[in-house]
């Protein structure tokens, strides 16, 4: 069967606020969490800093963004520390250079996220601030110039840092009424701008990342995790209710961290135990999300971790009323599952398990598994029936600049043209994909590390992990490489990989 991407796919590229626009206290900003949080790397935590109440400066481990401040402590930026976060990569100021690059190589669709301590500096504040909605209108303006759609995540990671000070964050139930007042300004504002909206940057992350990192959490911690996942979905569906309302047309996706996972053996335990990794990583947010109420086995997980969610009729309601029109995911990596003993394990940021050995990694840990994003597609689309998006897959790289400062950067051509193949094949097996939209277009922070050498742009950014560099942005060969994929709509990529390449 022939592979083809159908007519109209938009091809793009994804940013978010928080690690690309920088101006971190410009314009009447608020503060977020990871204007408090330090660099890392592979192998080094990065860490949310704090002033306790004795006047102490100390740290904690951000990992899970669900970081938490000892009693009477309130986050702080230290003068003798680094916070990668404050300049990003200047997107706040150099906006109009990046999306005419966009351009250049093509892009129908860009993803961006809004910066709700942009819009709301506290989060609750009663009236909205003006310059952060002109910031926003002036972008999208700028997209739709060359005929750019907008595709924007409402939140990505970065609830005000006020919020979760004076209400330690989604925890508390009122976040829910706080987010939708900040969704409602942002519909009102964009209605004619925006069509496609994301209600929550990989949604899953909060409950996956608790069995991903150290010992088992503590049931409180489960608690914790599961009531502000409930109240997200909440407010997801209430936001999605509230914008068909202000304009029909807009279209509404979740956004899911999306993993495939692999059993590590044919032993019926670990088909089992991969079966409910699915569940509890994948499935969890998607059906509450897709067909608006928890999946059957909700009971179980819950049991297991004696959570006990606070849920209402209204809720329930809401959910259901408020479901998305798009299934959107991340994609990166696969992992393997076992119950057996492993001896030869992953030791990356986010990867850790079972090495899978008829894969490679890249230097991060992390997977290299074109076939597990096919998979994923087919899995997925066969589950929910509605239309699916890419909005990010990328290569975490070190690239070097040549003398003549070009960048040749074929690994990620590899990478990418793998990824675009097996997407094509996965539309060949009637999956209704419609974007795609890499991980960044530009070089970025590192959510996981806070470095800047883990880089993934088609574009470089002249700036290093200690801030320093002339933040000049120079196109690398993935540019010119994805810029024709593009004009041909995706067939040189197809072509490349059946031609042996
Ligand atoms: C996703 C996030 O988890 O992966 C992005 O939505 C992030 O914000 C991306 O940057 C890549 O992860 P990292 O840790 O390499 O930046």
């Not at 900003?29 to 306790?52: C, E």
């Not at 230097?363 to 890419?390: N, T």
Request: charge should be negative; hydrophobic fraction near 35%.
């Amino acid at each position: 069967m022939k592979k083809e991407f159908p007519k109209g796919f938009l091809w793009g590229g994804a940013i978010a606020a928080n690690q690309a626009e920088g101006a971190y206290n410009v314009d009447g900003r608020g503060l977020v969490q990871t204007d408090v949080t330090t660099g890392g790397s592979v192998d080094k935590p990065r860490y949310a800093t704090y002033i306790d109440k004795d006047g102490n400066a100390g740290k904690l481990s951000s990992m899970g963004h669900t970081a938490k401040l000892p009693e009477g402590a309130t986050f702080a930026i230290l003068e003798d520390e680094y916070y990668p976060n404050h300049e990003g990569v200047d997107f706040y100021h150099r906006y109009k250079e990046d999306i005419k690059l966009f351009a250049e190589m093509g892009y129908s669709v860009f993803r961006l996220s809004i910066s709700w301590a942009r819009i709301f500096p506290n989060g609750d504040d009663k009236e909205p601030n003006q310059a952060g909605l002109d910031f926003y209108r002036s972008v999208f303006e700028e997209c739709h110039k060359y005929g750019i759609e907008p595709l924007v995540s409402i939140w990505h990671f970065d609830t005000p840092l006020s919020l979760e000070e004076r209400y330690g964050g989604w925890t508390d139930r009122r976040l829910i009424d706080f987010y939708v007042t900040y969704a409602e300004t942002i519909f009102r504002e964009y209605k004619d701008l925006v069509t496609y909206w994301l209600t929550f940057n990989e949604i899953n992350n909060t409950v996956m990342f608790l069995d991903m990192f150290g010992d088992k959490a503590s049931d409180h911690e489960y608690q914790e995790a599961y009531q502000h996942l409930h109240h997200q979905f909440v407010a997801s569906a209430r936001a999605i209710k509230v914008g068909r309302d202000i304009n029909p047309d807009f279209k509404f996706g979740n956004m899911i961290c999306g993993i495939t996972f692999y059993p590590g053996t044919c032993d019926p335990k670990d088909i089992l135990e991969n079966q409910h990794k699915w569940e509890q990583n994948i499935f969890y947010c998607g059906d509450v999300q897709a067909k608006g109420r928890y999946g059957s086995y909700a009971k179980r997980l819950w049991k297991e971790r004696n959570v006990e969610l606070n849920i209402t009729e209204e809720d329930q309601k809401d959910l259901l009323e408020g479901t998305i029109d798009l299934y959107t995911f991340s994609y990166y990596m696969s992992s393997v599952v076992t119950t057996h003993e492993v001896e030869d394990k992953v030791s990356g940021n986010f990867s850790l398990g079972a090495k899978n050995p008829y894969l490679t990694y890249s230097d991060w840990g992390w997977a290299h598994d074109p076939m597990g994003l096919q998979y994923y597609l087919e899995k997925i689309y066969d589950r929910y029936e509605l239309p699916m998006m890419v909005v990010e897959n990328g290569l975490g790289a070190v690239d070097t600049v040549e003398e003549d400062g070009s960048i040749h950067d074929t690994y990620r051509i590899d990478y990418h043209r793998a990824h675009i193949h097996a997407m094509a094949e996965a539309i060949a097996n009637g999956v209704d994909l419609v974007a795609y939209t890499t991980w960044g277009c530009i070089d970025l922070v590192s959510a996981g590390t806070g470095e800047m050498r883990k880089r993934y742009g088609f574009i470089y950014v002249d700036k290093d992990d200690a801030g320093n560099g002339t933040f000049d942005r120079t196109p690398k060969d993935s540019f010119y490489w994805y810029k024709e994929v593009l004009a041909t709509n995706g067939q040189k990529a197809i072509e490349e990989v059946e031609s042996g390449q």
